[in-house]
């Protein structure tokens, strides 16, 4: 037996509202043509559906099983129009970030690069920051959502989700390689020259708390502005610093750097997406967090 899709959407809304007039309003159409579909659908399922009173259109008990299967399905046929309806509306809008710079190398940059495939009519505003700064720009409206790396210190209404767990290495230029065979202590390390990032980094303040906990002034010979500057200089012999492992790791097998054992390892940090709870999402910015957090869990 084959029930028309046409016959089921006219018994739903005729259902749901009780009202045969009322359905034929919603779906432009008029009441003649509405109790025709209704008596045809009873034809064919061979069972009353609804009664006509007074007060308007009562279904039947077989009508109120059928509802309540009819309802479930019409309901996720209404889901998916919308979603395919969104994936339309895809075509323009945009999406405003703040970004620590070490979020951007390790999880942002490859996450764009996606979403550019995807739906490239849309637009896309990078800002990069320090850490503090990123989450500022979510506080003040001036971005959708921040990506930064802890420690980012965060207070409602915005709420810090991680994303994804990095360790960071120390590394030195590949002169050091004997000098570095056996794990060293942070105390010895104050005899070389250090880099890190500057100060009102989230790194620099990191590794400030780190090397206090172990009892020792973290003094930075070199201070440098982005992530991607330190391994240069260590290229060069300016001095040893610290960098997310996965940034080192072709220079390393490359025996251009050598990574330096340490005692006392520094703690694991994370990567978290920022947002304002107080303030909902647009449709394109909720895409690309579903694309963050789906590429935070494969690593």
Do not use: W
Not at 31 to 50: D, K, M, W, Y
Not at 81 to 100: A, C, D, H, P, Y
Not at 130 to 136: M, W
Not at 194 to 208: A, E, Q, V
């Amino acid at each position: 037996m084959e029930v028309t899709y046409d016959y089921y959407r006219i018994f739903y809304y005729a259902a749901k509202y009780k009202s045969f007039s009322q359905a034929a309003t919603i779906l432009m159409s008029n009441q003649p043509n509405v109790t025709r579909a209704i008596h045809n659908l009873e034809s064919q399922l061979g069972c009353r559906l609804f009664i006509r009173s007074n007060r308007g259109a009562e279904l039947t008990p077989e009508g109120e099983r059928l509802y309540s299967h009819v309802a479930i399905a019409y309901d996720h046929l209404h889901a998916a129009e919308l979603e395919l309806e969104n994936e339309k509306k895809l075509e323009q809008g945009t999406v405003t970030i703040g970004v620590s710079e070490i979020a951007l190398h390790l999880l942002l940059l490859p996450v764009l690069g996606e979403f550019r495939r995807k739906y490239p009519k849309i637009r896309l505003r990078i800002s990069s920051y320090t850490a503090p700064q990123a989450i500022q720009t979510v506080r003040n409206g001036l971005s959708d959502f921040a990506v930064a790396s802890t420690p980012a210190e965060v207070k409602k209404p915005l709420k810090a989700i991680p994303l994804l767990s990095f360790k960071e290495i120390l590394v030195a230029n590949a002169a050091y390689k004997d000098m570095f065979k056996e794990p060293v202590s942070l105390k010895k390390l104050v005899e070389y020259p250090f880099i890190c990032l500057g100060k009102n980094t989230s790194t620099y303040d990191f590794y400030t708390r780190f090397f206090l906990e172990h009892g020792i002034a973290m003094t930075a010979d070199t201070e440098a502005a982005t992530i991607d500057q330190i391994l240069p200089m260590v290229r060069q012999n300016l001095g040893i610093g610290f960098i997310p492992e996965p940034l080192a790791q072709e220079v390393i097998e490359q025996g251009i750097v050598i990574q330096v054992p340490l005692l006392e390892e520094p703690p694991v940090r994370e990567i978290c997406f920022v947002e304002d709870k107080s303030s909902p999402h647009s449709m394109v910015a909720n895409v690309l967090k579903e694309m963050l957090f789906r590429a935070g869990e494969k690593e």
